[in-house]
């Protein structure tokens, strides 16, 4: 939607989830000269909302149940980015309020390993609960088709880089 039919395809440093390809390679498809820097990186945003969104239908496929998503860290804190995911994943997202997660979890665990708390499901309980911070809006509609595109792109430009 924002990208006005740029496509990026965010595999810098290769792809794990779902092609474990170490020699993917990242493109923007569709640059048009009216395309702007601002579309650039909008496209950017997008396509790693859908390489996410495209990691989790792989997970789901397994059968794993997933009943809701959490983000956590810095990132989380983007009221744009946040946005962004629940229209893409056509989800609403949970998040903590705390923008360091790993370091207090670290902390927290090491706790646990000195003796300050018995275990971890009593540590557990003073993190955080996640906080409802997006639901899927009006743009979530428009993200189908750019997502569907984007899952046709991986074959041919990998074919053509190889």
Known sequence: PGAEGLIFLPYLTGERTPYFDSTARGAWIGLRLGHTRGHLLRAALEGVAFAVRQGLEALA?????????????GGSFDRRWRQLLADVMDQ???????TAVSALGAALLAGVGFGAWPDAQRVAAL?????????PGPASDAYREPY???RQLYLPIAAALA
Do not use: D, H, I, K
């Open 61 to 73: 496929a397994t059968g794993v149940p997933m009943t809701e998503l959490r983000l956590a860290g």
């Open 127 to 135: 993190a955080a609960s996640p906080q409802l911070v997006a639901t």
């Open 92 to 98: 609403p997202l949970l998040a903590t309020p705390t």
């Open 148 to 150: 569907w595109r984007y």
